[in-house]
Every structure is written in structure tokens, then in C-alpha cells.
């Protein structure tokens, strides 16, 4: 799958954000990722937000999965190597 | 280019052949002057964040102008949604350098001006928005930072510009000529001047009709003939220049400046001149000016405190105290006073509201609130902050004695703190306490916090005309049940 990445600004972070996407990155290798753009063509959009105001926004017609914790990239993880062919 | 990084920022300030004066001399190089370098790296700051995918969201955004993506701080905000992340942005930027990033003023001063210059020419049917929007789309193209230079030195304070003893107390116009006009007068406290690549100026005051060379505005390269910079002193700025120089600065890295820049018969082309005498407008655009600035407080200054806040519960942390039920009050009340600050930032950009030239501009009470608020709140904060840090953060001696072979050995023995923490990492953090509560940084969070964007009773004058009193007492008539008769 293609899978874009998005981050909030990350004013208020309350994980490491960037750390978080290394390892999504890193222990689901079997996908693409990509920064997300708007207007892209990606499977599913991973959303890194750095605290529950989740203020970052993505175009509508993506499958989105917010990230808002180590604990939700561990779930993304899972998610996506499931989905690894 | 649309979106200059770091390392093209620095390079593109190196080619200014700007006159900056330090302790009566000519600054030779001032991207590598040891007191100019941490506002440089302060400034530099909002051009590394911009190439981070983590932090794009709030530093990028699409130009109306010209379509290319550009850096949130040469942004004309489009929505309350804009205005909002431009807060975001500011705390971000205060929580990354812990001072004084400098870039608000310019990006604050273009959207006041493209919505000023607007109402003008519908008024008097100029061409001065149309010459701002040609300027600001080449400043947005070249990633320029932009100087925002309102304030005069304005001699006697109770005197207008032409009662002054010295005409020159205000900048004015000296000179009209077919191709432009030449200024004189001098713009004082300016942030971030040294940084800029470009200065746009503004009058700083509501003009009458015999002011009419004082109501000019116009904008020129920081390194245009006949400018001169003179270099503002602060606090303890001198230990930049000790040898080895780190943990005695607290924050080595990044800092702030201002400067006081002289207009010296400085020429201006026509095409960069936004208002030339139309005095009317000089208080719309003061008005507008500072209140998009006293807004932009809600970001900065909260970032700024985020930093202070955490310095101070490590300092308790160090001390051994972090549980102390009155340490974690007065954290707590850290805390909400940054809070507050930040509400006020967001209220005034979320019930922010459409100008006629189309940007978006913050709602004006509330902003002149959120700068009330913020001539107090962080000196409260760093009055806890000084409260929590212990007398050390003032009489520790210096990093040279710690270091020192005959010295070094009481020093680590007699301040030592809580077990487990290395007496280098108190010295640091008390450091940052003094930086930002009493250091070179206490410029921009106190100081500049009283002062920068009007002096409190500013704000308060214009909360006595925004407050809507006739409503107010209406209400109260309705619910006291008076009937008042009618002739
Ligand atoms: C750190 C810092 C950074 C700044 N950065 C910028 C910048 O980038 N660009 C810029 O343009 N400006 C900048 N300013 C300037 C700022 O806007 C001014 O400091 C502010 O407007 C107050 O002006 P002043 O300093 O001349 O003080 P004054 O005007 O002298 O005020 C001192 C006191 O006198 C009172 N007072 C003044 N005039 C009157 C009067 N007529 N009647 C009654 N009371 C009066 C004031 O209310 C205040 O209490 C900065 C200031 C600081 C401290």
C-alpha cells in the first residue's frame, strides 16, 4: 500500500511524533510511505497528531487512521502488517 | 523559491551590506558577532521548522498571491482557521528557542497594511494596494524577513509630531520628488532588524492634518543608503563574549535584539511608498497594526513560558522538592496564567473576521485583552519561576569556578542537589531560569511584554472603546426593571 504521512504542527506534542513514525516506518517496511499531499493518491492516510485537539486536516476521501500516541502506532503497526502482502 | 532553508536564509543575510553599530564600532561580519548570533539562530529557527515535515502544518501555507507554498510568516491569513495557526506557530517558535524569534512584526505589518492600503485607495482612489500587493508577493516569493518598524523616538510625549522642538522626533517626509521621496527620523526598539532583509515602516501614531509628512509609510532594504543601525544593550549580553561561553548563558543557542535605526535622508522609489500624507488613515493603521501584534503575544510569550515552566519543575526536581504540595500549586498556577494567555490568542483569532481587501484580521478586543493580559502574566510567572528556582539562580558563581581545579571541588561539593543529578545540569537549568527572568531574554518576556505593541494603558484605551458600554447598561436597566420615560 501507499501510505501517506501527515503531521500536525506539533505545538503541543505529548509523544515523540517523529520517533513514532521511525518506527511505523521501519516495523511495517512491507508498505510505501509517503508525505502526505493534499490531492495525492494514497491507500490510507496515517495522521500524526500531537495531542487530542487532533488539529490536523487531510482531504475527506482518504482512509484515515489518527495517531495520538506510542499506543495508537503500535495499533497502526499491527493495522498495517496485516494488510502486508 | 517560495521557501528559503536555513543555510540559503543565513547566505542571503551575509550579501546585506548592512551598517550595524555594537559599543561605537561598525559590526564587520554580524552573522558571525558572538552577542548577534543567537538572534540570528532565533530568526534561523523559522526557516529550519519550515523544512520539517513535523512541523509544516503550521509553518507552511499556499500563497494567495502567487499560488507557490510559502512560510506561515509572510502569510496573508485567509480565515479564522489562519489566524488560529498563526498562534500555534508562535508558541511553537517560543517553545523551540526559548526567546524572541522576531519574525511576528513584519508578517503582523503586511496584514495590516494590505488591508489599510485597501480602504485608502477606495477612498481616494490611489494605487497603494496595488503597489503592496507587487511588494509583499516579491517578499513572499523570496522568503524575505520583513522588519515592521512603527515605533518613533517621539521626544516629548505629550507634544504631536509638528510641536516637537526637534522636527525629526518623527520619522517624516523631507523630500518630495518625481521618483519617489526621501525620510529622515529614526524608528527605535526594533526586533530583528539585523535579521531582516527588508524593513517596512509605518507612523506610530493617529495623525491630524498638519501632519501630513508624518503620515508616510514605505518600505526598503535594511541595507539602503543613508541606514544605520545602533545595537541595543541587554542585561548580562556580554558573557556571549567570555571564552567557551555555554552554560553561564543559560541559552547558548538563541536569543532576541532590537536596535535603534536611523533614517538618515533615505530615498524611497515610488513604487514602495503605501501612504504618502494621507493622515487619516495613520490610526486605522496603527490600530490594525497592533492589533494583530497584541494578538501574535498569545502565541510567543506562551511558548516562551512553556520553556520557563519547565525549567522551573526540573529546578524543583534538582532542589529535591518536586512533590512539595506548594511547589506543585504554584506549577499548577503557572501553568493556568500561560493557559490564559493562550485562550486569549486563540479567542481573538477564532472570532477573527473578513477585511474588505479579503485577509483576515483578529477580533480587536479581544486582542487588546490578550495584550492587558500579558503586561502582567509573565512577570508572574517568572516571579514563581525566581520563587521555585532558589536564591542560586542569582549568586552562582561561574562556570570558570566550577571548572577550575582548586575551586571546582567545593563548588560540585556544597551544590550539589537531589542525588542522582549532576551539578552541571542545576548550574544549566538555574542558568535559563536568570536567562529568561532577568538575562538577555527577560527583554523580550517581560519587557517587551509590557512594552511591545503599546504600553498597557494603549490596550486599555482601546478596551474603554470596543467594550460596547451603552449594551451593557441596557441590560442592567432591563433586569433592575428601570423604565426610563421617553419625550
Ligand atoms: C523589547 C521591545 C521590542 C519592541 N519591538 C518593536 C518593533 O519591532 N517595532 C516597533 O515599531 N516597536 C517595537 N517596540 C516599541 C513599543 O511599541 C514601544 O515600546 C511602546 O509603544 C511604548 O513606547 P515607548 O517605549 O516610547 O514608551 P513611552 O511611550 O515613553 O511610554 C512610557 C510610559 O509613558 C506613558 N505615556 C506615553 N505617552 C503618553 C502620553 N501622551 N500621555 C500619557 N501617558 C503617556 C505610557 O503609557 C507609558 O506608561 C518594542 C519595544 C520593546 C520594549
Keep these: ?85 | 523559491m517560495g521557501v528559503m532553508t536555513r543555510a540559503q536564509y543565513i547566505e542571503s543575510l551575509e550579501k546585506l551590506n548592512m551598517k550595524v553599530y555594537m559599543f561605537g564600532e561598525l559590526v564587520d561580519k554580524p552573522t558571525e558577532h558572538p552577542i548577534i548570533v543567537p538572534s540570528m539562530n532565533s530568526l534561523a529557527m523559522t526557516y529550519a521548522l519550515a523544512e520539517k515535515a513535523e512541523h509544516q502544518d503550521l509553518m507552511l501555507a499556499k500563497s494567495t498571491l502567487n499560488g507557490e507554498t510559502i512560510n506561515r510568516f509572510n502569510y496573508l491569513h485567509q480565515s479564522s482557521e489562519d489566524l488560529i495557526k498563526k498562534i500555534k506557530m508562535q508558541r511553537l517558535l517560543g517553545q523551540k528557542t526559548g526567546a524572541c524569534f522576531q519574525r511576528c512584526v513584519g508578517m503582523d505589518a503586511a496584514n495590516a497594511m494590505f488591508n489599510t492600503t485597501f480602504e485608502m485607495d477606495e477612498k481616494h482612489g490611489t494605487d497603494y494596494h496595488e503597489k503592496f500587493t507587487k511588494y509583499w508577493r516579491y517578499i513572499q516569493q523570496k522568503d524575505y524577513t520583513v522588519d515592521g518598524a512603527m515605533t518613533d523616538p517621539k521626544g516629548d510625549r505629550s507634544l504631536p509630531p509638528t510641536k516637537q522642538i526637534d522636527p525629526d522626533m518623527y520619522l517624516r517626509i523631507v523630500e518630495r520628488r518625481d521618483d519617489g521621496i526621501v525620510v529622515r527620523g529614526a524608528k527605535m526598539h526594533q526586533t530583528g532588524m539585523v535579521n531582516s532583509h527588508e524593513v517596512l515602516v509605518m507612523p506610530t501614531i493617529a495623525m491630524r492634518e498638519e501632519d501630513k509628512d508624518y503620515a508616510v509609510s514605505f518600505a526598503v532594504p535594511s541595507d539602503a543608503n543613508g541606514i544605520l543601525m545602533i545595537y541595543g544593550r541587554q542585561s548580562c549580553d556580554t558573557r556571549k563574549m567570555e571564552d567557551n561561553a555555554d552554560v553561564d548563558l543559560g541559552n547558548c543557542k538563541f536569543g532576541g535584539h532590537e536596535v535603534v535605526v536611523i533614517f538618515d535622508d533615505v530615498f524611497v522609489p515610488n513604487e514602495r511608498i503605501f501612504m504618502n500624507g494621507e493622515t487619516e488613515f495613520a490610526g486605522m493603521l496603527v490600530e490594525r497594526f497592533a492589533g494583530y501584534h497584541r494578538s501574535s503575544y498569545g502565541g510567543c510569550k506562551v511558548g516562551v513560558g512553556d520553556v520557563l515552566i519547565g525549567a522551573a519543575a526540573l529546578a524543583a526536581e534538582y532542589n529535591g522538592v518536586p512533590k512539595a504540595s506548594h511547589i506543585k500549586d504554584k506549577l499548577i498556577e503557572m501553568v493556568h496564567l500561560n493557559e490564559t494567555l493562550y485562550s486569549c490568542g486563540i479567542a481573538c483569532s477564532a472570532e477573527g473576521s473578513k477585511t474588505k481587501a479579503g485577509n483576515y484580521i483578529i477580533d480587536m478586543l479581544l486582542a487588546n485583552i490578550c495584550k492587558q493580559n500579558v503586561t502582567r502574566f509573565p512577570y508572574e510567572i517568572a516571579r514563581l519561576a525566581e520563587d521555585i528556582a532558589g536564591g542560586l539562580m542569582v549568586t552562582m558563581p561561574s562556570d570558570k569556578d566550577f571548572k577550575d581545579e582548586k575551586l571546582g571541588k567545593y563548588l560540585e561539593k556544597y551544590l550539589k542537589g537531589a542525588d542522582g543529578v549532576p551539578v552541571e545540569h542545576r548550574q544549566r537549568i538555574l542558568r535559563l531560569i536568570e536567562n529568561i527572568s532577568l538575562g538577555t531574554a527577560a527583554v523580550g518576556y517581560r519587557t517587551e511584554s509590557m512594552h511591545g505593541a503599546g504600553s498597557p494603558q494603549a490596550q486599555r484605551i482601546m478596551i474603554s472603546r470596543q467594550s460596547n458600554m451603552d449594551m451593557k447598561k441596557a441590560l442592567a436597566k432591563n433586569i433592575a426593571g428601570i423604565i426610563e420615560l421617553t419625550q
Excluded at chain 1, 504521512?5 to 513514525?21: D, F, I, S, T
Excluded at chain 1, 485537539?53 to 482531504?59: N, R
Excluded at chain 1, 475527506?60 to 503497526?77: K, P, Q
Aim: charged share 25%.
Design chain 1, 1 to 85: 500500500m501507499t501510505v501517506g504521512v501527515k503531521y500536525c504542527g506539533g505545538c503541543n506534542a505529548e509523544y515523540e511524533r517523529v520517533r513514532a513514525v521511525e518506527r511505523i516506518k521501519s516495523e511495517a517496511s512491507g508498505h510505501t510511505f509517503k508525505p502526505y499531499k493534499d490531492g495525492g493518491v494514497f491507500d490510507k492516510v496515517i495522521v500524526i497528531v500531537g495531542c487530542g485537539k487532533a488539529c490536523a486536516k487531510v482531504g475527506e476521501r482518504h482512509e484515515v487512521v489518527y495517531i495520538g500516541s506510542e499506543a495508537d502506532a503500535t495499533s497502526a503497526i499491527a493495522m498495517l502488517k496485516s494488510t502486508e502482502g
